[in-house]
């Protein structure tokens, strides 16, 4: 079947610019997470939602940052005032469940580029 | 809290060598551990995961990995390595709650020579 996606797979913007990332889970899968992977370093945690809402967003750095999933599956992660820091993969994931021994199943990223 | 450190950022090795890349973690709690394979361009991939039970987990592609609680470590062996390994490799544990979510180490970049 199909697995995660994510589009675009590449986005430049202009320093200040507002951009949306969208993510689409695998069919059936309740949790989805978004990581932020800089160049050099390990994904890093930035939200969870199990369904619909955002159950867990204390890896979101600012408050220019936010992420939706109004109907429990596609979910866009949305930044405002994008700073020249922001640049990098950003990845989704989704699993059948939130349970911590639950594989994740992950996207191919979509790499943003803040000039 | 939860942290994972991998030792050594790069790692060379010559085809049919032993591969061997090292994880050590930090929990608060039982630790759940789990390493991924991510390919040029292409998404991570579950290579194998420890929850409970047997301390030797086998994955695909002929690795396997031991949990050791008293050293913390999950280090990642292959007997013999392929060209086709040649990968940056990521160890993450599960954080505490019910979330789910991952902490990753910094992740190891697996170089194969012919």
Request: net charge positive.
């Amino acid at each position: 079947g199909a697995g995660v996606s994510q589009t675009p797979s590449n986005k430049v913007t202009e320093k200040g610019k507002y951009v949306e990332l969208r993510c689409d889970p695998i069919s059936g899968h309740t949790a989805l997470y978004w990581y932020r992977q800089s160049l050099g370093q390990g994904p890093e945690f930035l939200i969870y939602f199990q369904g619909t809402g955002a159950a867990d967003d204390s890896g979101l750095p600012n408050d220019r940052f936010f992420a939706v999933r109004p109907e429990g599956s596609v979910s866009t992660l949305k930044i405002q005032r994008t700073e020249r820091g922001d640049s990098a993969v950003y990845l989704c994931a989704s699993s059948p469940g939130s349970l911590r021994g639950n594989e994740q199943f992950f996207g191919p990223g979509t790499r943003l580029t803040v000039l | 809290a939860q942290s994972v450190t991998q030792l050594g950022s790069h790692v060379s090795v010559s085809e049919g060598a032993l591969v061997l890349l090292r994880c050590n973690y930090s929990s608060s709690v039982p630790p759940y551990l789990f390493w991924y394979v991510q390919y040029p361009n292409q998404g991570l991939q579950l290579l194998l995961k420890y929850t409970t039970g047997a301390t030797l987990v086998k994955g695909i592609n002929g690795f396997e990995a031991e949990f050791k609680k008293s050293e913390t470590s999950f280090h990642l062996t292959k007997p013999s390595a392929h060209m086709s390994d040649a990968a940056e490799y990521f160890c993450a544990v599960s954080g505490s709650g019910n979330t789910g979510k991952l902490i990753f180490g910094q992740g190891t970049t697996l170089q194969v020579k012919p």
